[in-house]
């Protein structure tokens, strides 16, 4: 048998240009678009690390599943689907055009008498009148029909309905390339190739955006993008960021934005409502600045870069705090700070960088004790990290108002040494009149030497009798109680207890130690009262559960990870708007594809093709009607059986039912 070899581009067209092949690829995009969908995608890398893992966070980067709508993979799979779908319309749309076209004119009697739907229709009327009304029946039916005549003196009508149902194919196939087409230049495949051959790198760098390397920067004119830009009230900028995988690119635009004004509407429980910003853009170009205002899904559009309103943060607001430094004995001092900006605190081999990260305006808590409480708004806060000498941070979160807990007022504070754990509280009790101070007193009283040794001796005098030295014993006792809370809290007094008494009696031990240190602790708050010229507290249950709370916060403070405490007081809010800055050239693409898909699957599910003929006999006084569809089902018996009986009175009666 003799083998015919087929050139390797000819089996390549074949491959290509194959429906097997494209239905294929459209798997692929599928289980990517579903990949994509899923996981989160363009996130900051820690983000990814948090929650996944090293070692998934690593293999996800890897395939590219972080970011798979710009990935190098997906871009080829759809540049070859682009192909495929193209080869295909080109190969079969000329055979759909000439099917859509002809009208099977010469079609024999011997095929058709084979059709499954055919009949023999009788009439006694003469051929041309036969013939005219046949014509006059197919137009009403909005057939359109071909008429031959035959050699044999036989007249076959050929007749064609929702032949534009071949056109869906066409449609359906041209509308994926239309669509991959707009993917494509969505997808910034001129950057991909530039990266690819080292023209371009993305910058990791936390670094001013004017310092950014021109190999890390996309010029005015770059085809598609999609950038962010944060701008304070007041400020102007003509360049935006788009985040790529672990760093970024600085997209530089041909106009500069500006922001007048940022306003946002807040429900009642303080959760945001809206929120807008006029801008104003000018450009060399324009005879005038160009004033608009871009709201949320209600962009701005100019020179083909949308401007869409995407989020708001802190734009860098003026915060007041009194500072308590928690290792010394002074009041509380005034210190200011700048959201984004740094400080710095201590000297030495003890000073500490400061950072203010965010401020918050509405923190919107459900702060109930069973959780069935509503959320509603308790304040502002401020985060800022802390950092020694050594760069190590702690990361703090402070709020402004005391926050209501378990039915008493506390100043909340929250720490965390990594953003992977989660923010551990300490409560410092508000005192009768809201504020911190009270127990700031009290702390600094219990850490006074002098103080603690009049307090152990007020306390001894009270005892009753006159047994002198039991007094000065007892005396030394609270002493070194005091002192022993003073040097490590809870756990000191417990350390104590476990080197000095047996086993047996240590609850016991615990509990008088417990009660002491309670007795001590309100002798110290009288007498901090007594030092701000405030009236004695009244010994009821208020005082004794600030007493408690106050020690247990005093024993919390040595896990707190800093001798500073921040406590806000006072606010000038300065907001930023964020923008979503696109040029999508695709999308036109995109949209006209998805109408072009409509439009073809629409006629290939919902428009018939039948395909009619009436082959009229006058010799033997017969018609032959046959017909057929491109989908045999139920409606094409009920139309032949239709047909059938209307023909049948026609030629009978002269008139169709």
Known sequence: MLKVSVPLSQRVYELLSSMRFAVSLLTLLGIASIIGTVLKQNEPYQNYIVKFGQFWFELFETLGLLDVYHSAWFLVILLFLVISTTLCVIRNSPVMLKEWKTYKEHVTEKSLRLFSHQASLAVNQPAAATQARLADFLSAERYMFKSRQQDNGDVLISAKLGTHQRLGYIFTHAAIVVICFGGLLDGNLPFKVQELSGIKKIETRDIPSRKVPEESRLGANNLSFRANMTLPEGERDNVAFVRVRDGYLVQELPFTVALRDFRIEHYPTGMPKSFESDITITDPELSKPIEATVRVNHPYIYKGIAIYQSDFQDGGSQLKFKLWDLSGSQDGFDVDGVVMQKGALGEGDHKMTVEFNEFRQFNILNLSIDGKGKPHNVGPNTTLKLRNASGQAREYINYMQPLQLDGRAYFVSGMRETVQEEFKYLRIPADDEMEITGFMALRQTLRNDQSIRQIASEIAKQMPGDNAPLKAQFEQSLQQLMQTFKRGGYSELSKIIESAVPEAQR?????????????????????????????????????????????????????????????????????????????????????????????????????????????????????????????????????????????TTLLQTGQAD
């Open 507 to 647: 609850d016991q031990a615990a509990q008088t130690y417990l009660k002491l240190l309670n007795t001590t602790a309100m002798q110290a708050y009288q007498m901090s009262r007594a030092q701000r010229h405030l009236p004695p507290a009244p010994q009821d249950q208020a005082t004794a559960v600030f007493i408690q709370d106050s020690l247990n916060a005093m024993n919390d403070l040595f896990f707190y990870g800093t001798p500073y405490y921040f406590q806000l007081k006072d606010y000038t809010l300065k907001q930023a708007s964020g923008f979503q800055l696109t040029r999508s050239p695709g999308q036109f693409w995109v949209y006209l594809g998805s109408v072009m898909l409509v439009l073809g699957i629409f006629a290939m599910f919902y428009i018939r093709e039948r395909r009619v003929w009436i082959l009229i006999k006058p010799v033997r006084q017969e018609v032959l009607l046959a017909m057929s569809s491109n989908r045999k089902n139920m409606d094409l018996d009920q139309d032949f059986a239709r047909m059938q009986q209307q023909l």
